[in-house]
């Protein structure tokens, strides 16, 4: 048996103390809602043992090496969290008090592209990722790659908030258990659960900053190395 779930979703919400001035030019996508989600979970009940398709006449002992298995698993795939594009002299162009948003201007109609790089390893057994290339060197004196433009004295970029979506996210958990009988009073029940089983690695969000590329040497919210978790249960 099985079931999956997708969901649509999107979110809006402004950002820091600027949204007293001016809450148009704060607000934008959600930094915690992933625009798409789906979710799917199942359990499967191993077709060996006694009374299965395998083995129906199998000795008590062979049933309880190969029978009473069930597999059950949970796989969650979804879109990127969106963040937002700043530029290191933003406070050249627009002060007040570091509290405007730094956002950059487009230059035309093109749009940044983003694409996920392969891990590079480094000493110490730290590494990166990277999600975009550099832009620019400094917005205000380099044209870079046309992208981007300075937005000018007193304004701010038109770029706007968390208009760029991250890294995609996913990760499954599988758990086997087996329950068999000992004894007419005693029913025993095992179980292993390994969490993220593929040991996928789900990249976290770059810091946004065009004079760089982009990135990425933390993991997304959630996320977790391969984790194995066994347990006993014995009930009479």
């Known amino acids: 048996s099985y079931t999956a779930n997708y969901q649509w979703a999107r979110a809006w919400a402004p950002n ?11 607000r934008g996508n959600d930094s ?4 798409q989600q789906l979710t ?6 191993l077709p060996f043992g006694r009374g299965k398709q395998f083995g129906t ?17 949970v796989a969650n795939w979804a879109g990127g969290l969106p963040f937002g594009l700043c530029y290191g002299e933003s406070g050249t162009n627009v002060g007040v008090n570091g ?7 487009y230059a035309g109609s093109g749009h940044m592209k983003t694409n996920l790089t392969g891990f590079t390893a480094k000493a110490g057994g730290t590494g990166t990722r990277a999600f975009y290339s550099q832009q620019t060197s400094n917005l205000l004196t380099d044209p870079g790659t ?14 706007g908030r968390n208009t760029y979506i991250g890294p995609t996210f996913f990760n499954g958990d599988l758990a086997i258990s087996k329950a ?4 007419e009073a005693f029913v025993t029940k095992f179980r292993m659960d390994a969490f993220n ?29 391969r984790q194995l978790e066994f347990s006993l249960r014995v009930q009479f």
């Open 99 to 105: 509290k405007a948003p730094s956002y950059p201007s």
């Open 146 to 159: 046309g992208i981007f433009k300075n937005p000018g004295l007193d304004t701010i970029g038109n770029v």
């Open 57 to 73: 006449g199998i000795n008590k002992v062979a049933d309880l090496l190969i029978g009473g298995y069930e597999l059950s698993a």
């Open 16 to 26: 820091g103390d600027f949204s007293t001035w001016d809450i148009a030019a704060v």
């Open 40 to 45: 799917w979970f199942g359990s499967y009940s």
């Open 197 to 225: 089983v593929f040991n996928h690695i789900n990249a976290g969000n770059p810091s946004g900053g065009i004079e760089s590329d982009g990135t990425i040497s933390s993991e997304a919210p959630g996320a977790s190395p």
């Open 180 to 183: 068999f009988t000992i004894h």
């Open 32 to 35: 915690n809602v992933r625009r």
